[in-house]
Structure formats: C-alpha cells, structure tokens
C-alpha cells in the first residue's frame, strides 16, 4: 500500500520561497510518474506538477510556471518542489501522488502540506 508523508510548508511573505518535500514508500519509486496537486481552502483540488519517472519530463500549471520546480530523487525515494516567488493565490494545502499528470487528482495522497503566502 503506497505511502505519502509530505512536509515543508508553512507561512511566508509573498516573495518568498519554500521547499516542498515527500517521502514515498510501497510503490516501485522509480517506477512512479508523480505530482503534486494542492487544495485551496473552499475549492476543489488542482494539479500543479508532475514529474516522470526518470525526469525525463516535467509539466507544470500555466500559474507556476517559471516559479515552481519539481524534481525527484530515485535513490533517496524523495519528491520535491521548490517554491518561489510566492503569491497569495498559492496559499493551499499541497499534496503528493504517484500520478501522473491525468490522474493526480484521483490518485493517493497524504495528509498534505499547508502553505501560506501572506504578509
């Protein structure tokens, strides 16, 4: 059964930047197309990232682009996303899958990460 432990958010001043970072486990990692999707308080969840199993590829809401990375580690079993230039519309709980990108929103998550871009 996969699992997904997601840390790294937290508050901070529009600007500024943040380090997403997921541990998955019970899945063949290297295997694993993965995303990141994230929930706004009263929306539904979006999609923001995926990443292919070997990096081959990366794709990214129009929103992020140029601002957000993502980027994985196969040995470490490690997801990433490295946040900058943060706006206040990013504030949202961010959440990893191991999905790509036409199933992120269906696939398993964790219990998420909550980011918040405020000043």
């Known amino acids: 059964q996969v699992q997904l432990v997601e840390s790294g958010g937290g508050l901070v001043q529009p600007g500024g930047s943040l380090r997403l970072s997921c541990v998955v486990s019970?899945?063949?990692?290297?295997?694993?197309?993965l995303s990141w999707v994230r929930q706004a308080a009263g929306k539904g969840l979006e999609w923001v990232s995926s990443?292919?199993?070997?990096?081959?590829?990366?794709m990214y809401r129009d929103s992020v682009k140029g601002r957000f990375t993502i980027s994985r580690d196969n040995a470490k079993k490690m997801l990433y996303l490295q946040m900058n230039n943060l706006k206040p519309e990013d504030t949202a709980m961010y959440y990893c899958?191991?999905?790509?990108?036409?199933?992120?929103?269906?696939?398993?998550r964790g219990q998420g990460t909550q980011v918040t871009v405020s000043s």
């Open positions: 899958t191991n999905a790509g990108r036409l199933s992120a929103i269906t696939g398993p």
């Open positions: 019970g899945v063949t990692f290297s295997s694993s197309a």
């Open positions: 990443i292919g199993t070997a990096a081959q590829f990366t």
